[in-house]
T-cell receptor, first 115, second 112 residues
Framework: GAGVSQSPSNKVTEKGKDVELRCDPISGHTALYWYRQRLGQGLEFLIYFQGNSAPDKSGLPSDRFSAERTGESVSTLTIQRTQQEDSAVYLC?????????????FGPGTRLTVL | QKEVEQNSGPLSVPEGAIASLNCTYSDRVSQSFFWYRQYSGKSPELIMSIYSNGDKEDGRFTAQLNKASQYVSLLIRDSQPSDSATYLCAVSGYSSASKIIFGSGTRLSIRP
């Protein structure tokens, strides 16, 4: 497909388990973002990848959260030792990354529930 | 001061009226401005982008940008119940190091 895809769409896990969320950006998009959105809340920036530059990790809430990106393609967000407060929708978005036409396009999200 | 500020609402507008959504930003060198719509339980979707001072129209939507005042707005004409959603303002610089910053969103409710 032409859009951003994310998997899984839903994930239920037990407290203390690790989870891995995947994002496939739009082909050719050099920038990739991860956000967290708790129920009824706004977008919470987590991490930003731009090409081969060092990622902007300033939004990661704790060292239990990490993310990787292979080149300008797939990204994975890993949450270790999940806690109930990690329950949220995790959204991925991609864009061309710079210049005037820098619109972000969002994936459908992964709904994470930590029991 | 937040980098991108929006009134959280809810903003209630009667059907058929004009809904006006406002956003201010703090970074004077911002170059690109976007409006996203997010329905409950869905991902944000891009509805308008604007890069130059003035107005940009697309159907019932008009985006207005005033860089001197660091202000961007979205007007929705002939508001419909289907326009009820949260509207997110987003701002970006021009360089490759400039990430897009989102406001917290304004919840809009169109009452029949």
């Amino acid at each position: 497909g032409a859009g951003v895809s994310q998997s899984p769409s839903n994930k239920v896990t037990e407290k203390g388990k690790d989870v891995e969320l995947r994002c496939d950006p739009i082909s050719g998009h050099t920038a990739l973002y991860w956000y967290r959105q708790r129920l009824g809340q706004g977008l919470e920036f987590l991490i930003y990848f731009q090409g081969n530059s060092a990622p902007d990790k300033s939004g990661l809430p704790s060292d239990r959260f990490s993310a990787e990106r292979t080149g300008e393609s797939v990204s994975t967000l890993t949450i270790q030792r999940t806690q109930q407060e990690d329950s949220a929708v995790y959204l991925c978005a991609s864009s061309y990354g710079y210049g005037e036409h820098n619109e972000q396009f969002f994936g459908p999200g992964t709904r994470l529930t930590v029991l | 001061q937040k980098e991108v500020e929006q009134n959280s609402g809810p903003l209630s507008v009667p059907e058929g009226a004009i809904a006006s959504l406002n956003c201010t930003y703090s970074d004077r060198v911002s170059q690109s401005f976007f409006w996203y719509r997010q329905y409950s339980g869905k991902s944000p979707e891009l509805i308008m982008s604007i890069y130059s001072n003035g107005d940009k129209e697309d159907g019932r939507f008009t985006a207005q940008l005033n860089k001197a005042s660091q202000y961007v707005s979205l007007l929705i004409r002939d508001s419909q119940p289907s326009d009820s959603a949260t509207y997110l303002c987003a701002v970006s610089g021009y360089s490759s190091a400039s990430k897009i910053i989102f406001g917290s969103g304004t919840r809009l409710s169109i009452r029949p």
